[in-house]
């Protein structure tokens, strides 16, 4: 498989302006450069004239004002690289005459060598110099450059999509470029071709190319994501819940967290979970999910690697709440969308149920959802507004393992001898119409 560099020079001129005294016949255009007139031929042959506007006059060849080159005629043939001067009488002009034949860059081979860090197109051939006196006797210098394009690709939020890079650049016998993830075509284009080529000058834009081989890519580019996959955003009454999957600071658990690595041209993964200074595990997937139970702070951290290239690790830090868990004492089922529904507020439970009686002790509610809430309805009608009664048990994600079993879960404590993550809450909730 090949893929083709055109190679051609860059030539930039302030502005385009025709001189006021002279015109060219032949396919060229006329130029300014640093306020100088220069003419451009396309092809600079015994076709290739410069006219006078004003009729015969006397030519001189620069840096000489004195002699002239011949008198009374009303054209040349002007040569490559050399600068003239017409005059007659207190009027004069002075331009100076390239062929763009005899500026096109000449490539015996061209190598792309990669690194880790930058690509670098090294070119093994030869640039014609563009410089010329004027009529002080001082040199200029026409400054040459290209412009690279290439296909790279950009983060287009959940993958990664082909985009096209653009590089201006000074043409030298070295090209550098950022870091080509992707197997790319190369086009370097002469912003002087293009530039008389837009003027309507028949100049073609691919003038000298090469054909080198498709290099393989080694240069690492990731875009690693921590993205939260638990419980949807309508839980209002969770606090600390993730309401943006991408954001993590601290939350609310258990927290179910997919790591992804989204990455080009890598081969070697390494994730490492830490809580604090201990390291809890270590895989070696692309992607793959975490339950963040306890409380406490971690730090997961992914390196990327190639046989040549490895990418700085990226760190994401996540805090995981301790567990909370509160109770209104008032709601008003009026459809004013304010405390329609009687709902705790909490965070990092992870088992939780909830039964609500009438003052005869009838059960009226019951769940086992904490993101969900009474209404004030028994079956489908409006309850009478009062005082009812609740009895809430729950467990947070930081409760010890022994109130995990459900028969200690479910005796009743005494006062003061709730432990950590033990939630037994009895009281009443006064429904308001």
Request: glycine share 6%; aromatic share 10%; with cysteine.
């Amino acid at each position: 498989m090949k893929q083709t560099i055109a190679l051609l020079i860059t030539f930039l001129f302030s502005a385009f302006s025709y001189a006021q005294y002279i015109e060219c016949v032949g396919n060229a255009t006329l130029l300014t450069h640093e306020g100088n007139t220069i003419l451009l031929f396309e092809h600079l042959d015994r076709k290739a004239e410069v006219k006078s506007k004003i009729g015969p006059i006397n030519w001189y060849q620069l840096p000489d004002t004195i002699t002239p080159i011949t008198s009374g005629t009303d054209y040349i043939y002007p040569e490559h690289g050399m600068g003239y001067m017409i005059k007659s009488g207190t009027e004069r002009e002075c331009f100076w005459v390239f062929d763009y034949d005899s500026l096109r860059v000449h490539v015996d081979s061209i190598e792309v060598i990669q690194s880790c860090t930058e690509t670098e197109l090294r070119i093994d051939g030869s640039i014609p110099p563009i410089t010329y006196l004027d009529t002080l006797g001082i040199q200029h210098k026409i400054t040459r450059k290209c412009r690279v394009i290439y296909t790279d690709v950009t983060w287009a939020g959940k993958e990664w999509v082909d985009s096209i890079a653009i590089v201006e650049t000074e043409f030298n016998t070295s090209i550098v470029v950022d870091p080509t993830p992707v197997a790319t075509n190369y086009v370097i284009i002469d912003l002087m071709a293009e530039q008389l080529h837009n003027e309507g000058i028949n100049v073609s834009i691919n003038i000298d190319s090469i054909t080198t081989n498709i290099y393989d890519p080694v240069a690492i580019k990731a875009h690693p994501q921590a993205i939260v996959t638990t419980r949807p955003n309508e839980q209002s009454n969770e606090v600390e819940r993730p309401v943006d999957p991408e954001t993590l600071i601290r939350r609310s658990a258990p927290l179910e967290v997919e790591f992804k690595a989204n990455a080009l041209n890598a081969e070697y993964y390494k994730w490492e979970l830490f809580k604090g200074s201990e390291r809890m595990l270590t895989r070696n997937e692309a992607q793959h999910k975490f339950t963040f139970d306890e409380p406490g702070s971690y730090r997961v951290v992914v390196g990327i690697s190639n046989d040549m290239c490895h990418q700085d690790s990226v760190e994401f830090l996540i805090s995981v709440s301790e567990s909370m868990l509160q109770v209104p004492n008032v709601f008003t089922p009026n459809g004013d969308g304010t405390h329609d529904e009687f709902r705790v507020v909490y965070r990092s439970i992870q088992e939780f149920n909830i039964w609500v009686y009438n003052r005869w002790g009838h059960l009226v509610y019951k769940s086992n959802d904490p993101s969900k809430g009474w209404d004030g309805t028994i079956n489908g009608k409006p309850a009478a507004a009062g005082a009812y009664y609740y009895v809430i048990r729950a467990l947070g994600t930081d409760a010890e393992m022994d109130y995990m079993a459900k028969p200690k879960y479910s005796k009743k404590l005494k006062k003061g001898e709730m432990p950590t993550g033990v939630y037994q809450l009895s009281g009443d909730i006064n429904l308001l119409r």
